[in-house]
């Protein structure tokens, strides 16, 4: 059942950021277009001049590429996880945000890959992938499962977009070009809400949300697995496959709730996106800190303690050259959330922003510290007299397609929001069925 | 003994004149005239003399080997003295010719025959020479079973003048089996005063497919006869394992993936893809359902 | 004249060396030719050795051979009834680098690829240094191979592990497979790979290729022509010993052993055993050594010296 009155408000509320792009919005667009101009000047350096533009050397031969790469499937398979979940469970509060999970799970599943592009010598030759794929190589692996997985996104996503292109199709006071209104009109696929198109949707969304969940889970730890099942000490961990679909969640999260933060702000969506949504994204951090914390003592706890030469100098690298990366990451990272949510008093929407940057940030330190320092100490000692060949420092080129890429995040958000509501419209007109509202009842008492 | 030496150092001598003069002009030609080495080896297989000049320009980072030179052989007894031929140096210096006969060469009072190898020179190289002397000899293998124990039995014999044939006596006898890049020492012994030797033949030597392994005697760096070897071939190797590779197996690294893996994977994305062809299809459904619905309210 | 007789000596002392390997060429004659020898062409009269499908040694005519270099396709198949060992006396080792320079050389790379590398070792802090020259070991179970998503990198039946050049898409990720840090990535297009003018061969791994990974090959163009490895024929102290195992033989040009008497007697080992990888190199033990760990620091490159400052050794040591 659908409230129409509540439906029209929303419509009419998000209409103009549907309709135009405000002087504001454009400056940002042509910022983001700008830092994606340099990521494209540098890749291009990269291509012609070899990848010894790059920091990456002998032994360190995946560097910040890889770790974007592993920060933002992670991001996607959280997006994917998180909706997935929220949608399953009927949860009543993921109605404004789970949109906004959902791009963030299909927009970061588009640019992740993009790194690992980067990583490979011979791009010319990629289509090499799919003419003499080898099965047994979790890299093939990676490429039959991140396509899988967009498509499984996609669908999802159009799925959960459908009842909101039909209400913007029918939407008679939007101002927007024909061809737009025609783009819509088409996607709808005549969706009507009838009850037969109802259940077939209801059916259709729930079998997805499975999907996505499972593959998500699937995904990221085949992407763990291209570390595990090699033999360097530090990544050759059964607790791998777990620990990287933990710790994706949980930075995506913190993402989540940075674009709650964003779009409020932004689209004025103070009296939707309220406290209480902050506060059960918090919790859902909190218990995935405490996942994330466990996961990452349990591995470095096993390493240390048992002490193979290896690891032990693997964990000697870490607590001297990475001391506060370390830190940052592994401790900080963990307890600023812990403590932010924890403690009633402290538990804002600003609070619980900014721990959740802190999340990211310490979730991209976190893998960075997995790739890099196991590289810099393989079995056989690393003698070199090049500084650069012994350590890994990023060059501007990686840089600036790392910043390229979370440009590239944001103009896709940005273009997204203007394309469908960041908030699913249709399910915020919904009327709570009676047992939901008694749930929901319950986490308010939480709150 | 005097004549033919005399005869021999003549020789020597007006091919040492000759270079001279040659090496002379050369010097004219250009400052920086190199005086090549060339090591001259003998070596006698089965009655056919190689004989190997490696030619080589002696610096101080290194041997530098040159390529190309033409080397010319001459063979020399008492009084004849006769062109072999010539051959031309490959990438390591390398000259070799094969005599298929060694009757009718040039011999002294002795039976021996004096080698000489010649390099006329050639750009910036000067003329270069190097002699070497050696007896003609034989070798013969043969095997013996005595009860459980095997031996090679090796017959030298020397050829004097006219033909006359005689045992090699009291000379060390090296036994080898052919390997892949070299000779495998298997055992050494000397000649009685019939010129005859006898090595045990250790077990669990590698042969061919079938076993066979080829056994080979040598008597090495003699004063008078060189180098020689003798071979023979018998089945007592054991025979080499030949690995299978027009049969592959399911390794993880082998090209193709153990089964396991290949089923799960069909599994997986069967599973998968059937649940997403099942959402669109509820797609379609839903346009077909909205397609239906004009038709039914006119 | 005795300046004459001494020469005879050394002539025929050099005998013994080459003599050797005549030998064995002339042996084996009249088997099967290699696939790669082209019959149409007149011949030269100038003779080369080659190995044949067969897997022996036999001379041909040079005129009828139109590369050493087989093709990709080809290379893909190793050299019949042949498994290639390797083995390396750490006892003789004194880091003269003659291995890794006549490597560089010889598959025509740039100084900072090293395909064979020369480690200072040191396996605990009471225990000795020593010299440890590392090249690909070939592993039976080899990750690299398991790991390559395109089949880039390939064992043959011969034991060699190889890397297609022309295939590899520098993923990289047989680096990380790799425990033993032995495989280069081609950073750039170094200037050294053009000197090459051969047609390219996985065999040679040369012409390098940019944005490529490539390592050690056991060189078997060389092989496949009756030669040892670049490392194994260049070592001034015969520190490297290389054959075929199936045929229990090993030589380093000059002295040849039977394989399983000198891991017996010597009791050699393979390296970081406990990975499962069953490597194709064995090393000796450094006892009873040739040379004191120090004079290995003789003579060597500013550049090269400065790698050992960060070892245990280095740092208690004036170099």
Sequence with gaps: ???????????????????????????????????????????????????????????????????????????????????????????????????????????????GPGYILLCIGRLDRLY???????????????????????????????????????????????????????????????????????????????????????IAIIVYSVLAWIFSVTLQPGWHSTIFGPYFVIAAVYSGTGVLIIAMWVFRKVYHLDQYITRKHFVAMGVLMVVLAALFGYFTFSDYLTKWYGSEKNDESLIRILFTEYYWPFIF???????????????????????????????IVALWFNRYLIVIPTLESPYLPIQDSRPDWVNYTGTWV?????????????????????????????????????????????????? | MQTQNKIRIIFIFLLCCYNLVT????????????????????????????????????????????????????????????????????????????LPVAKGLPQDKDGKTTYTAKFNGKDKYRPALETFTAKFARITVNFSKEDSLRFILV?????????????????KIIVYVPRLFNLLKIGETDLDVAGKGKVEYPGNLVGDSLGNIIVIARIEDNDVFGNVQGQSSISWGIPKQYYLAEKPTRELWTPIAPIWMIVTLIIMLTGVWAHYIYAVIQLIKIKQISKKKPDSSS | MKDKNENKKSSRRQFLKK???????????????????????????????????????????????????????????????????????????????????SCQKGHHLPSSQEFMKVYLLQDSEKSAPYWFPKPCFHCDNPLCVSVCPVGATYKRSDGIVLIDNERCIGCKFCMTGCPYSTRVFAWKDYPEYAEDKE????????????????????????????????????????????????????????????????IRDRSGYRYLEVLGTRPSVYYLPPVERQFPVESGFNDLKESVKNRFKNTPYGKTHKL
């Design chain 1, 128 to 214: 090499y992938l799919a003419l003499f794929g080898r099965i047994q190589s979790p890299i093939t692996w990676d490429v039959i499962a991140i396509s899988t997985d967009i498509f499984g996104c996609l669908i999802f996503l159009y799925l959960s977009i459908l009842r909101d292109i039909a209400s913007l199709r029918d939407f008679s006071e939007l101002k927007i070009p024909a061809w737009r209104k025609k783009v819509y009109s088409m996607l709808a696929l005549g969706y009507t809400g009838t009850p037969e198109q109802e259940k077939r949707l209801r059916r259709a969304t729930d079998i997805m949300a499975t999907m996505v969940i499972a």
């Design chain 2, 155 to 171: 017959t030298a014999t020397q050829v004097d003048r006219k033909d006359a044939i005689k045992p090699i006596q009291k000379e």
């Design chain 3, 199 to 262: 047609p390219y061969s996985p065999e040679a791994s040369s012409p390098g290729k940019e944005g490529t990974v490539s390592k050690c090959d056991f060189c078997p163009d060389l092989v496949r022509m009756g030669k040892l490895p670049y490392c194994a024929q260049n070592c001034p102290m015969g520190v490297i010993y290389f054959g075929d195992i199936d045929e229990d033989t090993v030589t380093n040009g000059a002295e040849t052993f039977r394989f399983s008497e000198l």
């Design chain 1, 1 to 111: 059942m659908e409230n129409k009155d509540t439906k029209e408000k929303l419509l009419r509320q998000f209409a103009p950021q549907l309709e135009k792009v405000s002087s504001a919005t454009l400056v940002w667009i042509l910022f983001l277009l700008g830092v994606i101009g340099l990521g494209v000047y540098a890749f291009v350096t990269q291509v012609t001049k070899g990848h010894i533009v790059t920091g990456m050397r002998d032994n360190v031969v995946w560097g910040i590429y890889i770790v974007n790469f592993i920060f933002f499937m992670g991001m996607s398979y959280s997006g994917a996880i998180i909706s997935g979940t929220l949608q399953l469970f009927r949860t009543e509060w993921r109605k404004p945000i789970i949109r906004m999970a959902e791009y963030l799970a299909i927009i970061s599943l588009l640019i």
């Design chain 2, 23 to 98: 090496s002379a002009q050369i010097k004219k030609d250009s400052a920086t005239a190199i005086t090549p080495t060339i090591t001259f080896t003998y070596l006698n297989s089965n009655d056919t003399i190689i004989l190997n000049a490696n030619i080589f320009d002696k610096k101080e980072k290194g041997v530098f080997a040159i390529k190309n030179a033409v080397i010319e052989f001459f063979a020399s007894g008492d009084k004849k003295t006769r062109n072999l031929g010539q051959a031309k140096a490959d990438e390591e210096g390398n000259a070799v010719l094969k």
């Design chain 3, 19 to 101: 003599g050797l390997v005549a030998g064995a060429g002339m042996v084996a004659g009249g088997s099967l030719l290699a696939a790669y020898i082209d019959k149409s062409k007149p011949t030269s009269g100038e003779k080369v050795k080659v190995l044949t499908t067969e897997g022996e040694l036999v001379e041909v005519d040079k005129s009828l051979i139109h590369s050493p270099r087989v093709s990709r396709e080809e290379s893909h198949k190793g050299i019949p009834g042949r498994k290639f060992v390797m083995v390396i006396d750490l006892a003789k080792c004194k880091n003269a680098r003659k291995c890794v320079e």
């Design chain 1, 329 to 359: 990451s592994n401790y900080i990272g963990v307890l600023i959330p812990l403590l932010v949510v924890g403690i009633a008093k402290l538990r804002t929407i600003t609070n619980i922003t900014l721990s959740a940057l802190v999340v």
């Design chain 1, 398 to 447: 990686e840089f600036s397609l790392m910043a390229a890429g979370v440009a590239l995040f944001c103009l896709l958000f940005t273009l997204a929001s203007k394309f469908v509501p960041v908030m699913n419209v249709s399910e915020m007109a919904e009327i709570p069925k009676p047992e939901s509202s008694e749930l929901f009842k319950a986490e308010e008492s939480l709150l």
